[in-house]
């Protein structure tokens, strides 16, 4: 078995590789384990939502000058409902902010992210092809098992180990429990053409069936379509012509017809979080610590402050005390109103505003239009999204 006296991260995806380059910057050395090859991810064109909150860590880590150019801006977010009055926006420079967001591939933030860790290799050790096979959290160290790329298995013993894998190794590990909401939704994804640009436009779209979402990539669109898992069936059956159609009756007229779509992809939707953890020597991160609807766009950003927090908790801490259970206490009780807050958020749009009950439609669009009225109500809403609570 391999000691060492040092963080070790499961998961090189960008929540793991942004909490390896925030302990780096503060002096900390980390091991980071990866089950895939290098590279792997670069041709992933799923599209992530940044906050403005998430490019400033970027931009302290030296990300950001490497995707920058990758980026799409979100200068204003239109919201509306469907068969319903109300509606609002929000604007960046009503906020002195240069975008609300930012919309990139997760292919082009790995490969800046990629590009940074050789650019700053000292104190970080990344081994790819190692995937986890098991994990136990003993009094004073956790006790990592992996596979290493020539097929045989390895332990490394840590004091503090970081689950940052989106929690594709918790099935394996006992000692953790799951809180899980099934919304019965899915989401379809993928890139749409439309006959207007988009003029950096992101459109929130509130209907009975489920939320939807055009934000802006490139010089197009990337579509999440929310749904009962039934409808999503019906919609993902359909040729590309019966999809453009449905989609401009689903979504109205504000950017014009629909051209074109790309492939479409999709996934179940769901509420989560951890219940039990370990008390010291573990602790997990990112999606793996919580999954939120996609909605509202939070879920990658609060795993970014995750990493952020952690960071900043262990690099106040003395080595010797890094996994003890008084400083995970301390890092659990610093996010817990930031992830409470961002899964009740995400909860209460879904449940209010993807339904046709009698009444709740008029409801709904008093609170739109309330907001637009309200600066100081957008304000304390953008300040949310940008930073989280």
Known sequence: MQMVSHPVVIGGGPVGLVLALSLQQAGVPVTVLEGQPAGAMAGDHRALALSYGTRQVLEQLGIWPLLASAVTAIETIHVSQQKGFGRT???AHEHDLPALGYVVSYGALMQALDTRIAQSAANIVIQ????VTGLEVHASAAEIDYQTEAGAIQR???????IADGGRSLASIPGLVRDTKHYGHDALVGLVHTEQAHRNIAYERFTPRGPMALLPNGEHFSLVWTGEQPYIDEIAALDDTAFLQALHEAFGDRAGRFLQVGKRL???LKLSKLEQTFSAHCVVIGNAAQTMHPVAGQGFNVGIRDAVALAKNVSAT????????HRLAAYHHSRQRDTGRGLQFTDFLVNVFSNDLI??????????????MLPSARRLLVN?????S
């Open 318 to 325: 003395q080595a010797h005390e890094w996994g003890a259970a």
């Open 359 to 372: 009444g709740v439609g008029l409801l709904r669009g008093a609170g739109l239009g309330a907001l637009s």
């Open 89 to 91: 926006q929000l604007k």
């Open 266 to 268: 999709r996934f179940p």
């Open 128 to 131: 790819y092809q190692a995937p």
């Open 384 to 388: 949310k999204m940008s930073y989280g």
């Open 156 to 162: 490394l013993s840590t004091p503090l180990a970081v």
